[in-house]
C-alpha cells in the first residue's frame, strides 16, 4: 500500500515535517507529498494510506495552505469509506484553548466523511524544545505497521 502525505502549512514547518516523515516511508511505502492546496479532493484513494500534517493559525484554525482542500470536503462531501489516515498537528501550547486545532479540524472532516483515524494523533508543540521533523521521524516509525495492517 502506499503512501499519500497531505501537508497543510503557513510558514513551511509543515513541509519540512512532510518530507522527514516521506524519508522514512520511502524505504517501503512510495511516498507522494502534496502540498493540501495543490491536491484535489476528488484524488484521495482508499488504495492509499494518507498521511495528514496539519499547523493551526488564526484562533485555532487552518493554515492557508489547507483552507481550498477544506472547502472542496464540506462542499463535495466525497464519500471516504475504507479510507485510512494518520495525524501530525503542529501548534504551540501558548495558544492555550486552541492549541493543535488545526490537525484535529482535519481529522473530524475526514472521519465525518467515512475515513478513519489510526495510530497515535501526534500533537507538536512549537514551545517546546522537541524539534519538529526529528520527533515526525520517530513518529513515522509507527506508520509502517500501521500501513500494512490492511
Ligand atoms: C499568527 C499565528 C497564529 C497561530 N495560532 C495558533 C493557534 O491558534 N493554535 C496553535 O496551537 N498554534 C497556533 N500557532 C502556532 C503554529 O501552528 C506553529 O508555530 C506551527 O509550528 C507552524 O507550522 P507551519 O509553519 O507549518 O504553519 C499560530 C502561529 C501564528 C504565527
Not at 53 to 65: A, D, M, Q
Request: hydrophobic letters at 45%; glycine letters at 10%; proline letters at 5%.
Amino acid at each position: 500500500m502506499a503512501a499519500v502525505i497531505l501537508y497543510g502549512t503557513e510558514t513551511g514547518t509543515g513541509e519540512l515535517v512532510a518530507d522527514a516523515i516521506a524519508d522514512v516511508l520511502a524505504a517501503d511505502h512510495d511516498p507522494s507529498i502534496y502540498d493540501m492546496a495543490e491536491f484535489a479532493a476528488e484524488d484521495l484513494d482508499p488504495a492509499d494510506f494518507l498521511v495528514v500534517v496539519c499547523s493551526t493559525y488564526g484562533e485555532g484554525e487552518l493554515p492557508s495552505s489547507a483552507l481550498p482542500f477544506a472547502d472542496e470536503l464540506d462542499e463535495e462531501e466525497p464519500d471516504l469509506s475504507g479510507l485510512r489516515f494518520a495525524v501530525f498537528g503542529l501548534g504551540d501550547s501558548v495558544y492555550g484553548d486552541t492549541y493543535n486545532r488545526g490537525g484535529e479540524i482535519m481529522a473530524g472532516k475526514l472521519t465525518a466523511l467515512g475515513a478513519v483515524q489510526v495510530g497515535e494523533h501526534f500533537r507538536h508543540d512549537a514551545s517546546s524544545t522537541v524539534k519538529p521533523t526529528k520527533v515526525a521521524a520517530e513518529w513515522a516509525e509507527s506508520l509502517p505497521a500501521l500501513i500494512d495492517e490492511a
